[in-house]
């Protein structure tokens, strides 16, 4: 039974967001800076599990939490899309005209990019988190500052909400997944979703032909990923991600793809969360 959670980032954040919708509003949360002091926290079991963010459906994916997990020999074990609502927030009695600066997380500031083109007054900040800096509006109660944040956070650090939904692109999600330090004991015909790492030989047709292995066991490809092996300049490893409906034809395809791939690496087996 899970009872702690570590998130990178504070309560409010999107990451706590996804622990409460996954684990309910009882899981314990252990806020943490960075992804990597999330991990070490999982490293060191002073929690059960981490949520992290992977991917964007408009930035794109988070590479370095791929190889966090690869390099650690974690475990995906569950999967969770949230639908990602920007507000810009500051403290109360105040309009967007007060609002000088504007701090957030880099990938929010991009996806609000053409909101901020409306009110070039606002000098736009990075900075390493949305709800960390609605806390910091907060605690040190910081006028003509905003924040772009979730609307839980607004609540949480007790924020007035200047606009609503700000990010460019209405349809934002972003998937996150559940990992821990072993394999989940999902039962077989429950698990229809893979996330799997393999490198292969730099020659012609390498590639689709592991595809082409995919395809014939019934696998659907719903993500590729290559990442670059430092070590080896110019060579390259793949994460992807499959859904099947059969675990019988997923195990075939394994146990292909583990004679033809080197390196062949499970990072995840687990319920497909967009069925």
């Known amino acids: 039974m899970i009872k702690s959670v570590a998130i990178q980032g504070v309560q409010g954040s999107f990451h706590h ?20 002091e999330t991990v070490q926290n999982l490293l060191d079991k002073k929690v059960d599990a981490v949520i992290m ?3 964007n459906s408009i930035a794109g994916s988070i590479i370095p939490n791929y190889a966090l ?29 007060d609002i000088t600066e504007v701090y957030s997380h880099p990938m929010a500031l991009l996806q609000c990019k053409e909101f901020f083109k409306k009110h070039p007054h606002i000098k736009l900040i990075e900075d390493k988190d949305t709800a960390e800096v609605a806390q910091r509006i907060q605690k040190n109660n910081l006028k003509n500052v905003g924040a772009i944040a979730s609307a839980l956070a607004a609540d949480i650090f007790e924020l007035e909400v200047l606009a609503e939904s700000i990010q460019t692109i209405k349809l934002n999600e972003t998937r996150f997944v559940i990992v821990k330090r072993e394999n989940h004991e999902i039962p077989e015909n ?30 659907s490809l719903t993500k590729i990923q290559s990442l670059p092996k430092i070590e080896t ?31 062949f690496k499970i990072l995840g087996e687990f319920k497909n969360a967009k069925q």
Request: aromatic share 10%; charged share 20%; glycine share 2%.
């Open 17 to 36: 967001i996804v622990a409460q919708q996954y684990f309910g509003n009882q899981v314990a949360i252990q806020e943490c800076l960075s992804f990597d």
């Open 53 to 55: 963010a992977l991917e």
């Open 69 to 97: 997990i690869d390099n650690h020999n974690l475990h995906i074990v569950g999967e969770q899309y949230l639908d990602i609502q920007h507000n810009l927030m500051a403290l109360p009695n105040q309009s967007i005209a």
């Open 190 to 219: 429950e698990i229809n979703k893979a996330s799997i790492k393999f490198e292969l030989e730099h020659k012609r047709g390498s590639l689709a032909a592991i595809l082409n292995v995919m395809s014939d066991c019934k696998m």
């Open 233 to 263: 300049p110019w060579t390259y490893a793949f994460f992807v991600d499959i859904t099947f409906d059969a675990y019988a034809d997923y195990k075939k395809a394994k146990s292909i793809l583990e004679i033809m791939a080197q390196d």
